[in-house]
């Protein structure tokens, strides 16, 4: 009833509209102006917050007054200008870390570097093939238990993974994969569950036609030559992202890399290393600074490589989500 | 309550529809536990049905079977063995020896010890020799337990093996009664690029979950009814420890303030924790949502500035912005010094700190996550709002409807149906966010009423936090964390079952393809 009304209104109205229209469509413009401007300035503003604690670490990591906070609180640019923090990062057995053997803390930065690296590399090696056969299989691939195993890890994921913790120790230590010799033990541990997270992957070669794969069999071609001659060269993207996701990974786990390495900074990784540096006890000012040196130099190739692949990552992450 | 149906409802207003949904849906909660209880016994049945039918099978294929099938029962891969299927034959048999072998040397003797988890604990010797005690170790729990387990899985691979290696008989037989091919070793191998390629591409992954994932959640299923600490020992386990069935549950679940006090601070914690994940979730949701229609507007430039600007939270490592952050918002941090310098804030005025008031930390902590989530939402709500068909909009443009009425009789609907299993992965995660709670506050300010003999208890404590507190605590009460981790399964999965059923957009997978 209401509906019908409604559009009686406006066939008898529409005369008059038409000739107010060169009227109203200005007033849309100038209220459309105005939106705009509120728009640019909220956008503005985001970038301003989004970008300030960064800009922060940036300008922190050139400050070399140890007393900067008492000369200028309140500033965010440094009273003196040096590069001491980088130097002192780099330099474990330089005077700057002094204060932090009486406190039993070990730095080694460079070490860290080389061990995050390593691991990173591996992982995204490693994880990229376990996650694209396990995406792929569930994914194009109809057999027998399939619908069980992809429920069984859904389950499998609802327990967090935190709880794992103490006994992939236990195990890694029996294998004598922790402390110094961390870093087979971690890539092992990421790489060995990385499966679970298929789903995204998933989501992807659900959405290439099924009728490629049937054409090639067709013509006679295995299953395993359509997913290599087939399905993977048009995945380039979803390869891409995982690769990317897989890299990114490791250079952010503290929690479980701090776990397996056990206060030997020798099996350290980045994260655990300058989470170590300032939530010890020490009360020494300059840590900030130095983490702040050490934060610069691990986002600087991290964000760029992000930045360079972002179209990548975009097209993963909303593919993923829009299937659920 | 009466139900209505098409026009009826419609007659409603818009109020009455509200309360009419909103009854139903807690009228339908006893209807849906019915329903659970009929699934599960549903799937007790079939399973018995299952098992049932594959004795019968198993009788059956022993009963019609000739010799090399029927010695097939005892020496595995007989019959394939002597059918010319020596490939299979021979992977049957080795797997047999391998298992034998196994269980006589280790296996049996772990799954013996598994009722008691060991009686002989550590004991100091006097050692003649040099003249001072030594430690000799005998049993060790943890070991007995884990190499249990691992033996219990053994054993069930060896059944589903066993019986797979009579099916196989079976058919061997069959077919070479009936002068079929049988499959040689070399197109056995063949296969596994072809019709069984399914297998060689999930054995690694599975086989990774099954030793990684599986068997530590087991395991640890199994701490939380033993009383598994690592006190006095260094996280290093040469102490026994033995089964208390479901003391820990009780002590966790009956509500008792003061004494152990786990009881409290799970409620508290678990209360947070709830309310968190919600806020949490729906602020980013709706927030992420609105900056990616303002960037996505018809008009506005330099789209790809601001949308990298934002994407850059994803790019930098959690812990280096978290961190910092965190000290912004500390009580000597810029923030506050600002703050006070412009006298909008007291001397005694915290966000984050010790001294916080615990509303303010909650509430700082949400704001800040706004700041990490909002990017995530964006990109995904952009890639949601150029799928939306352009016509629907001019033809609600042509109706005279406003931008307002457009997103909400438009956008809205369309997201949350689109995005509806995001939510729900986004709630579980956010109530798993550790990251977040450890690194801005590690859950201060401290709660005194819920800190006790589990150490202390924050306000901005998650329960995944306190897990991670109590592993690492002085103590390390593993048995409880395994508890709190089981607790959190359980939470986890009635939350999720419940918004499935719920949910409009329950898609077919197939729909897409």
């Known amino acids: 009833m209401n509906a019908e009304k409604e559009t009686l209104v406006v066939a008898e109205s529409s005369p008059t509209l038409i000739t107010l229209a060169p009227k109203k469509h200005m007033g849309m413009r100038t209220k459309n102006g105005i939106g705009s401007t509120v728009i640019y300035v909220i956008l503005v503003l985001m970038s301003v917050i989004w970008l300030f604690p960064f800009v922060c670490i940036f300008l922190q990591s050139f400050e070399i007054n140890r007393n900067s906070e008492l000369i200028n609180p309140g500033s965010i640019f440094p009273v003196q200008w040096g590069w001491d923090n980088y130097k002192n990062l780099f330099d474990p057995n330089g005077e700057f870390f002094k204060d932090f053997y009486v406190m039993n803390l070990d730095i080694n930065f460079n070490r860290w570097l080389l061990n995050t690296f390593i691991v990173s590399l591996a992982t995204a090696a490693l994880q990229t093939v376990i996650v694209l056969c396990m995406s792929y299989t569930l994914s194009r691939l109809r057999f027998k238990g399939r619908k ?173 989500a829009v299937k659920g | 309550m009466e139900k209505y149906v098409g026009l009826e409802f419609l007659k409603l207003n818009r109020f009455q529809r509200f309360l009419y949904k909103f009854t139903h849906f807690f009228l339908g909660i006893p209807n849906w536990f019915k329903n659970l209880g009929l699934a599960i016994w549903h799937l007790i049945k079939k399973i018995g049905l299952a098992i049932k039918n594959e004795v019968l099978d198993l009788i059956d294929t022993f009963r019609k079977g000739d010799w090399k099938t029927r010695v097939s029962y005892v020496v595995m891969g007989f019959g394939n063995l002597f059918r010319g299927q020596i490939g299979r034959g021979i992977l049957f048999l080795a797997f047999e020896a391998l298992f034998l072998f196994y269980m006589i040397f280790w296996g049996g003797s772990w799954i013996g010890q598994m009722s008691t988890l060991g009686t002989q604990g550590p004991e100091e010797v006097y050692d003649t020799v040099y003249d001072t005690y030594t430690t000799i170790y005998h049993d060790n729990s943890f070991k007995i337990l884990l190499y249990s387990v691992l033996s219990l899985f053994f054993i069930i691979a060896f059944i589903y093996t066993w019986r797979l290696n009579i099916k196989q008989a079976k058919i061997a037989q069959q077919l070479a009664l009936e002068g079929k091919h049988l499959r040689t070793s070399k197109e056995d191998i063949r296969s596994f690029a072809d019709d069984q390629f399914h297998k060689t591409m999930l054995a690694l992954p599975t086989i990774g979950i099954l030793v990684f994932t599986v068997l530590p959640i087991i395991f640890m299923i199994l701490v939380s009814f033993t009383n598994y600490s690592g006190a006095n020992n260094n996280g290093y386990s040469n102490r026994l420890f033995t089964w208390v069935g479901w003391t820990n549950f009780q002590e966790i679940l009956t509500w008792q303030v003061g004494g152990t006090a786990y009881s409290a601070a799970f409620g508290e914690i678990l209360g947070w924790t709830l309310m968190w994940a919600f806020l949490a979730t729906f602020s980013n949701y709706f927030l992420g949502m609105l900056v990616a229609i303002m960037i996505n507007k018809k008009g506005i430039k330099l789209k790809k500035v601001w949308r990298t600007i934002l994407v850059l939270t994803i790019a930098i490592p959690q812990f280096i912005s978290l961190l910092y952050v965190s000290r912004m918002f500390a009580d000597n941090g810029i923030i506050l010094t600002w703050l006070r310098q412009l006298g909008l804030a007291s001397g005694s005025f915290s966000f984050i700190g010790t001294n916080a008031n615990p509303w303010v930390a909650r509430f700082t902590v949400v704001v800040i996550n706004i700041w990490i989530g909002i990017p995530y939402l964006m990109l995904i709500a952009t890639g949601i709002l150029m799928n ?117 957009s329950n898609k077919n997978e197939e729909d897409f393809q």
Do not use: H
């Open chain 2, 388 to 504: 939306i068909p352009v016509d629907l909009y001019e033809s609600a443009k042509i109706d005279g409807a406003n931008s307002w009425q457009q997103y909400t009789k438009i956008t809205l609907p369309y997201m949350l149906f689109i995005t509806g299993p995001y939510l729900l992965t986004s709630f579980i995660g956010n109530m798993n966010n550790f990251n977040v709670i450890f690194l801005l506050t590690g859950g201060r300010p401290d709660n005194p009423a819920a800190s006790g003999a589990s150490g202390t208890v924050g306000y901005t404590d998650l329960l995944i936090t306190w897990l991670y507190k109590i592993t690492m605590g002085a103590n390390s009460e593993y048995y409880m964390a395994s508890v709190i981790g089981v607790l959190v399964f359980v939470v986890v999965a009635v939350i999720s079952l419940v918004v499935y059923n719920l949910m409009p």
């Open chain 1, 148 to 320: 069980f195993l992809m429920k069984f890890m859904l389950i499998l994921g609802m327990f967090p993974g935190m709880l794992t913790m103490i006994i992939l120790y236990r195990v890694l230590a029996d294998l004598g994969l922790t402390q110094q010799n961390s870093i087979p033990g971690l890539i092992l541990v990421y790489v060995a569950s990385s499966g679970m997270g298929y789903y995204i992957s998933k989501g992807f070669f659900d959405t290439i036609p099924k009728s490629l794969d049937e054409a090639a069999r067709v013509d006679g071609a295995t299953r395993a030559q359509v997913l290599f001659k087939v399905i993977l060269p048009l995945s380039k993207p979803i390869v891409i992202y995982t690769i990317l996701t897989a890299f990114m990974g490791p250079w952010g786990d503290f929690v479980f890399a701090a776990y397996v390495a056990f206060n030997n900074k020798d099996g350290m990784n980045v994260a655990v290393g300058l989470q170590n540096l300032v939530s010890g006890t020490t009360n020494i000012v300059d840590k900030y600074r130095v983490f702040c040196a050490g934060g610069v130099i691990i986002a600087i190739p991290i964000t760029l490589l992000f930045l360079l692949l972002q179209k990548y990552y975009v097209e993963g992450v909303t593919g993923g």
